[in-house]
């Protein structure tokens, strides 16, 4: 039986590294949980024999259902009787060597085997890992590496009748992204009140969501408007859509360039990085590189959490999907369209990286799931996407969106990664900001 429980536990182990990255549809038993309190789980479901289920056909089922090539991996076809007590021993045994992240279920005719996966659980579990890695390295060095420190400086004579605007930035950024908004809006007739909420952007959404928000509640009544670029506007979104944060004293939510249903880039810098190599004589072809070249950086990277929370349907999102419009705030949708690919380009990338797959015996199961993730990459291609946020995964249902000619970077700065706002022009998101605070007032 041991051999049986190593091989039960390595496919289920390897179906929760998916489930945490990013594969989050859910059968006809799971489609109905709807309700924001409701698990997010992944079930799979695997035909049984005469109460046996094969090694080979579990194999299957679980890759499959992750967009895996299961006939690429070979498995021993070896059959498990599981209606007798070694058979429900080996299904025990498995779910504790997982740490409860997996649950058996035998359908009551015998029938089929349904394998539910906790990815709730399995996040926290990560989350636990990380952080005794990191706890060990700071031991080494002689730091605290877990200290977290979020910032929110109140400006000077702060008015608690007129709206204070709150800049929140995105994964891999700072406060310091805000400067040339903050200097446009300072040039106006009467200044609106502005300060900027700086966070590790490493950390998992929802913990810096939960310090903003005591930060808000702190203020109240004071009216706020809440600004985020990129990852910054789920923060903010979250702030004001989980009941258990909202301060209630939000006015307003600007999002701009914010990826609502993710970005297949997930953790954005390497993706930024390369959009810079775009600028080179190479163009295309060097951002394309450094793309594939990003791919594997971003597989074996695993200390953020942030990354994580920014994958489509990962856990975090399917949370905040599931919750409705705050109907106290106002909200408005800003995204860019300049970005770095040609759709030409974009397909040479896609044949490239096929062809690159196919050399490669050992990426057999994962080869399809990677070209289908390249040729559903609308971040990277203009028109589509700017360069780390596509159009399509940044619309928010119910709210009309502005769409600019403007790369990830260039939407909150004069001078993005492809083009810069010329000196004697008015930022155009900067315009509409200043629009929309000043009718507040």
């Not at 880039?265 to 072809?285: H, V």
Request: net charge positive; proline share 5%.
């Amino acid at each position: 039986m041991a051999g049986h429980v190593r091989v039960l536990a390595w496919l289920v182990v390897l179906v929760g590294w998916a489930a945490g990255h990013g594969a989050a549809a859910q059968d006809s038993r799971s489609a109905t949980a709807t309700a924001a309190s409701a698990p997010v789980v992944r079930i799979v479901q695997v035909p049984l024999q005469d109460g046996r289920v094969s090694l080979a056909a579990l194999a299957r089922a679980l890759l499959e259902a992750y967009d895996l090539d299961g006939a690429a991996l070979h498995v021993p076809d070896r059959p498990v009787d599981l209606s007798g007590t070694r058979g429900r021993l080996l299904l025990l045994t498995a779910r504790k060597l997982l740490l409860d992240t997996v649950r058996f279920e035998i359908a009551p005719a015998g029938e089929t085997l349904f394998v539910t996966i906790d990815r709730e659980r399995t996040r926290e579990l990560r989350r636990r890992l990380r952080s005794r890695v990191v706890r060990m390295v700071g031991g080494l060095v002689g730091e605290d590496l877990l200290a977290r420190t979020c910032t929110l400086d109140l400006p000077a004579g702060l008015d608690r009748e007129r709206p204070l605007a709150v800049l929140v930035h995105g994964v891999e950024s700072d406060p310091e992204i805000w400067s040339d908004l903050r200097a446009y809006l300072a040039r106006a007739e009467r200044p609106p009140q502005v300060t900027a909420f700086g966070y590790p952007n490493d950390e998992a959404i929802e913990r810096v969501a939960a310090e903003l928000a005591a930060r808000l509640r702190a203020l109240a009544p004071q009216p706020i408007v809440l600004v985020g670029h990129s990852m910054g506007g789920l923060v903010a979104r979250t702030v004001v859509e989980d009941p258990a944060l909202d301060p209630g004293n939000v006015r307003m939510l600007i999002l701009i360039g914010t990826p609502n249903q993710g970005s297949k880039l997930a953790g954005l810098r390497f993706a930024l990085e390369a959009a810079d190599l775009a600028r080179a004589p190479a163009g295309g072809d060097a951002f394309g590189r450094a793309l594939l070249a990003g791919m594997r950086a971003n597989l074996v990277d695993g200390l953020g959490e942030a990354g994580g929370d920014l994958l489509p349907e990962s856990v975090f999102l399917t949370r905040l999907a599931r919750r409705e419009r705050n109907p106290k705030v106002a909200y408005r949708v800003v995204l860019g369209s300049r970005s770095v690919l040609s759709e030409a380009e974009h397909a040479a990338l896609c044949g490239r990286a096929a062809a690159l797959f196919a050399a490669h015996p050992g990426a057999a199961v994962a080869a399809g799931k990677l070209e289908r993730w390249l040729a559903g990459l609308e971040e990277v291609v203009d028109g589509k996407g700017d360069g780390a946020v596509s159009l399509a995964r940044g619309r928010l249902p119910g709210v009309e969106a502005v769409v600019l000619p403007l790369d990830h970077l260039g939407l909150v700065r004069r001078r993005g990664i492809l083009a810069s706002i010329p000196g004697d022009a008015d930022h155009p998101v900067h315009t509409r900001i200043s629009g929309w605070l000043g009718g507040l007032r």
